[in-house]
């Protein structure tokens, strides 16, 4: 996991981004800059999970005489066996920091491993000549750098040995590959196809009603629907273009609300709770229904990003304290909450398709699913206390208790991003 400096703020976890989200699904993670909650980085490696010890900073020189009080090592990064790892002699046990100089001449990804595989640190994209830093717990046992520079092979420097000291070391994961992930993966592909039919059903009994002319019965099943598509989140970053269509907001469209570009769900949930009529809604909601039809069949030839499958556990969440938190994703409804629970759901399957990888190396998974089940708890408490309602109705005490569950979840959620991300091994 990388573990930043960053200040933790002491706001709920549902103030919102300077700029408006235009979606979901739609920020990405990229190793080496990491589109994580800093309080989820931070907290993750506090409670001693799975978080890899790793800064997340720019690039600067070995400190001569660290602040941080750590004894410092200086080791070399470099394409051949010999000098991977070159500069650690005097092996010791605790709490220690490794300042990795990269003297190759291409970018280098950099493991520490012990002698099972695991990864207890990383750096990413380290550039020639440049040095980072990697903090670390070390225990008795066997140790060796692994080197991967850009355009050559992986080579791995000698084992270093630690003779004494604490029996374990860590935090560290067992790393997976692209092999491990895709079984998972197309497990849950199976799943979103099934629900696609749930999704087209309730949609095309939210068509009928609004081509009846019966608003009130369309404003009942417009939720069911929306929260029938809102299950299948860890979806999103296969949709595409037409996955914005469906589900996006009017965030950056010129026009807002007003503009033709502006469709899908929360286009038909704005007229149906702006007192539109149901001849000016039967344009939106068939093409929501065209374009859900598209998706469906997409589906069968779209083949997810292994990779997508861990991230998306923690992004469905990331969505929920930005969009429905806050109340950005109601545009009438007032239903943004019933929308989180949604995705509860929808984190729950990710997890369960992913678990038989996650259990054995995520020790903490016990505390991520009582973070998901207090978080559901909650949720399905305020909806039988009177039926969904905008978060800005809520009492404050209510209200934070709801933003300090996905908090916690958020954080519990970072290191599966992490154990997911997908290494070099070659």
Avoid at 50 to 63: F, Q, R, S
Avoid at 152 to 178: E, F, H, L, M, W
């Amino acid at each position: 996991m990388p573990t930043r400096n960053d200040d933790i703020d002491d706001a709920p976890p549902a103030a919102p981004p300077a700029e408006p989200a235009p979606g979901r699904g739609l920020r990405r993670h990229v190793r080496g800059g990491w589109v994580l909650l800093a309080a989820c980085v931070v907290a993750a490696a506090a409670v001693g999970g799975v978080a890899l010890a790793l800064t997340g900073g720019g690039d600067a020189p070995a400190a001569a005489a660290p602040a941080d009080g750590l004894h410092h090592t200086a080791v070399e990064a470099a394409d051949s066996a010999e000098q991977c790892g070159k500069g650690w002699l005097h092996p010791r046990p605790g709490l220690q920091v490794f300042d990795v100089h990269n003297i190759a001449t291409g970018a280098a990804e950099v493991y520490l491993t012990d002698s099972s595989g695991a990864l207890l640190g990383e750096v990413d994209g380290l550039g020639p000549g440049t040095t980072r830093s990697i903090r670390v717990r070390l225990g008795k046992g066997s140790y060796r750098f692994r080197c991967l520079v850009e355009e050559t092979d992986a080579v791995s420097g000698p084992t270093v040995r630690i003779a004494s000291g604490p029996a374990k070391s860590g935090p560290a994961v067992r790393p997976v590959n692209q092999h491990d992930v895709i079984p998972p993966t197309l497990t849950y592909q199976k799943w979103v196809a099934k629900g696609f039919k749930d999704v087209l059903g309730k949609v095309g009994d939210l068509k009928s009603a609004v081509d009846g002319g019966d608003l009130a019965a369309a404003r009942r099943a417009w939720l069911p629907a929306h929260l029938a598509y809102t299950r299948l989140g860890g979806a999103y970053g296969a949709f595409g273009d037409l996955g914005d269509a469906v589900d996006g907001t009017d965030a950056g469209i010129a026009g807002g609300v007003h503009a033709k570009d502006f469709t899908g769900f929360h286009r038909v949930e704005y007229g149906l709770w702006h007192g539109q009529s149901a001849k000016e809604l039967q344009g939106p909601t068939d093409r929501l229904a065209d374009d859900l039809r598209r998706l469906s069949d997409q589906w069968s030839t779209t083949r997810m990003d292994p990779l997508d499958t861990g991230l998306r556990a923690h992004e469905i969440t990331e969505d929920s304290i930005q969009l429905d938190l806050t109340g950005r994703s109601d545009f009438g409804s007032g239903t943004s909450l019933a929308t989180a629970r949604a995705g509860l759901d929808g984190t729950a399957e990710l997890l369960d398709v992913l678990r038989p990888l996650l259990a054995p190396r995520d020790p903490a998974l016990p505390r991520l699913d009582a973070a998901v089940k207090a978080a559901k708890a909650d949720l399905d408490a305020l909806h039988k206390d009177g039926g969904w309602r905008a978060p800005r109705t809520l009492s404050r005490t209510r209200r934070e208790r709801v933003d300090a569950d996905f908090g916690d979840l958020a954080e519990q959620l970072a290191p599966v991003a992490v154990i997911f991300d997908i290494r070099r091994t070659s």
